[in-house]
């Protein structure tokens, strides 16, 4: 059935005990709205407090049936729409969405994802806390908010910062999109198995026989080895072009683009080439975002986030409105317009300052009154 929540979601529980969540909301590749968080929160905090429930899964529709794209995040259209409006559910949005994902990564039952074709944003902040993170041949990963003048959130400084080197930071500045190879070789997935095997594995979810989620998660893993899935402990670690890893090391946005310049490789120019297109205020801010990540704990990253994406859409230390933000302008430029020319401001790399970048760290709310305040 579908949630009382959201027609986009559809909850079902199998007879042994598996909640099976599907996103259907394929015309905008399942991108997240609240009332889908809402939708999810609602299932899964359900789920968690009924011991007849041992596991959880979640998938997406595609264009053509069950799976081919998993989610391509918030929804970014309504924050350009709320942003504008001063609509006050934006703010609940962010809220809920974070409280979500600290959800799942507290999760106390296996939490599947079947992350098949586009898996962005808002599509890895409902994917990276599962204990099953199912990749295949089809699958996009990114975190591709620097293109709308956003940062990686919902928990990316979290899973960003965990990647191998300095992976993190090269994903999050330039929001590459990697596949299953890459995804499962810098931890951002467990398992990757071939997309015409999908059907069949969610049909298998309703006939495993497990009377806890200890008991599923050994049935669940016997299964993937039998159906030959490939497991993240089997691979090797393919490292980030040595260059690029080199360059994302160094302490700031132009210092990373200086050293880019220097190496001069086809990766190297290709590299710097999407830096360029990106907000250049953001780099700087996405720097210091994945950095201090590297030393928190997960609920103090989600509020640092909620901090900064506070300050995204209400810069008002850069003497702006919401409709002047950079976000703003990045979502008009990607899917409202779609002329994908953006007037960043700054336009250049080299025209940030520390008093532009610092003050999206700075909580316009004190601690009692976070609202996360209540994330352990
Ligand atoms: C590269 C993408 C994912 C796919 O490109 P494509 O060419 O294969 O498909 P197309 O762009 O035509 O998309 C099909 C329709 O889906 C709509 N769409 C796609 N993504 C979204 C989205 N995130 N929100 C709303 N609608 C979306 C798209 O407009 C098309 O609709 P129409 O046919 O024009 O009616 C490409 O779609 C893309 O780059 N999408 C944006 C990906 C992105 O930036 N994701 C991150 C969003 S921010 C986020 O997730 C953070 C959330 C946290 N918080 C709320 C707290 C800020």
Not at 249 to 269: F, N, Q, S
């Amino acid at each position: 059935m579908t949630s009382p929540w959201s027609d986009f979601v559809r909850i079902e529980r199998t007879p042994n005990g598996v909640g099976r969540i599907t996103l259907e909301r394929p015309k905008a590749l399942n991108a997240l709205d609240l009332g889908m968080v809402r939708a999810l929160t609602e299932a899964l905090r359900a789920w968690r407090d009924d011991p007849t429930v041992v596991a959880v899964a979640v998938r997406g529709m595609g264009k053509d049936g069950p799976f081919g794209a998993f989610c391509a995040g918030g929804d970014i259209r309504f924050f350009h729409q709320a942003a504008l409006a001063g609509d006050a559910r934006l703010e609940d949005f962010f809220t809920e969405e974070y409280a979500l994902n600290h959800l799942i990564y507290t999760y106390p039952k296996p939490y599947l994802a079947f992350m098949d074709g586009v898996v962005m944003g808002g599509g890895m902040g409902i994917s990276q806390g599962g204990r099953c993170r199912i990749v295949t041949e089809r699958t996009k990963m990114a975190m591709p908010e620097t293109n709308i003048g956003l940062f990686p959130d919902v928990g990316g400084g979290h899973f960003l910062a965990r990647c191998p080197g300095h992976v993190g930071e090269y994903l999050g500045l330039t929001g590459t999109v990697i596949g299953a190879h890459a995804a499962l070789s810098w931890g951002l997935a467990d398992v990757a198995a071939p997309s015409a095997d999908l059907p069949r594995a969610w049909e298998a979810l309703g006939t495993l026989s497990a009377n806890s989620p200890a008991a599923f998660e050994a049935a669940w893993a016997e299964w993937t080895r039998r159906a030959g899935w490939q497991h993240a402990q089997a691979r090797t670690v393919a490292p980030l072009a040595p260059e690029l890893d080199a360059a994302f090391a160094a302490d700031t946005v132009p210092a990373i683009v200086a050293a880019l310049d220097r190496a001069g490789t086809e990766a190297a120019t290709q590299t710097l080439a999407l830096l360029h297109q990106r907000s250049p205020l953001m780099l700087h801010v996405v720097l210091a975002q994945i950095r201090r990540a590297r030393g928190m704990a997960l609920a103090d990253v989600l509020r640092m986030e909620r901090d900064l994406v506070r300050h995204c859409f209400h810069p008002h230390h850069l003497g702006r409105t919401p409709a002047q933000s950079e976000t703003v302008e990045g979502i008009r430029a990607l899917a409202v317009d779609k002329d994908h020319a953006p007037r960043w401001n700054p336009a250049r790399i080299d025209d940030v300052t520390t008093a532009m970048v610092e003050p999206f760290f700075a909580s316009p709310w004190p601690a009692h009154a976070h609202p996360l305040r209540d994330l352990r």
